[in-house]
T-cell receptor, first 112, second 112 residues
Framework: RKEVEQDPGPFNVPEGATVAFNCTYS??????FFWYRQDCRKEPKLLMS???SGNEDGRFTAQLNRASQYISLLIRDSKLSDSATYLC?????????????FGIGTKLQVIP | NAGVTQTPKFRVLKTGQSMTLLCAQD?????MYWYRQDPGMGLRLIHY???????AKGEVPDGYNVSRLKKQNFLLGLESAAPSQTSVYFC???????????FGPGTRLTVL
């Protein structure tokens, strides 16, 4: 089993639709979680951190389920500009040791 | 502030040649990282540093060396390039090991 698994997609959705992505992780000791966005041939940029209580930023909602070891990203009212690849990131750190694991990303294409 | 910069942006090497990729950040971040990104593999951590003068191995360190002589710079070296090292290389930095990583624009390396 991969340490971090994502459905690579692509997810093709019409403008205005709601779309959700899941990401599962295998290390139950993982401590911090993030969603990054990566546009084609560009660097990843942080979209949002994922907290145990869940968090919302405008049209975006992220949730963490530690019991089932997955995080999710919900995008409401999709815009054309949301088209990108969404990377799930799972972080384990202890003292000077750090293990950062990226998922392969889920590609989203929002269609007019 | 420039954030995270990488040089060069593109490079073509022949098998066996050596080169150094330079990463610089002006955010006074303690943590710096080198990743490679390959199709279908996601971002994989090569080496990282938790502070000036320190380095540590990531997931795929073989064939690479790094140095962090100054806090703002993190160098990635390829001593004898191989075609398997053809990839896009991203540098990143973060203030804390739990926090957001800021990425550079990437270096596209082709080894013939």
């Amino acid at each position: 089993r991969k340490e971090v698994e994502q459905d690579p997609g692509p997810f093709n959705v019409p403008e205005g639709a709601t779309v959700a992505f899941n990401c599962t992780y295998s290390n139950s000791a993982s401590q911090s979680f993030f969603w990054y966005r990566q546009d084609c041939r560009k660097e990843p940029k942080l979209l949002m951190s994922v907290y145990s209580s869940g968090n919302e930023d405008g049209r975006f909602t992220a949730q963490l389920n530690r019991a089932s070891q997955y995080i999710s990203l919900l995008i409401r009212d999709s815009k054309l500009s949301d088209s990108a690849t969404y990377l799930c990131v799972v972080n384990f750190h202890s003292g000077g040791y750090q293990k950062v694991t990226f998922g392969i990303g889920t590609k989203l294409q929002v269609i007019p | 502030n420039a954030g995270v910069t990488q040089t060069p942006k593109f490079r073509v090497l022949k098998t066996g040649q050596s080169m150094t990729l330079l990463c610089a950040q002006d955010m006074n971040h303690e943590y710096m990282y080198w990743y490679r990104q390959d199709p279908g593999m996601g971002l994989r951590l090569i080496h990282y540093s938790v502070g000036e003068g320190t380095t540590a191995k990531g997931e795929v360190p073989d064939g690479y060396n790094v140095s962090r002589l100054k806090k703002q710079n993190f160098l990635l070296g390829l001593e004898s390039a191989a075609p398997s090292q053809t990839s896009v290389y991203f540098c990143a930095s973060s203030l804390q090991d739990t926090g957001e990583q800021f990425f550079g624009p990437g270096t596209r390396l082709t080894v013939l």
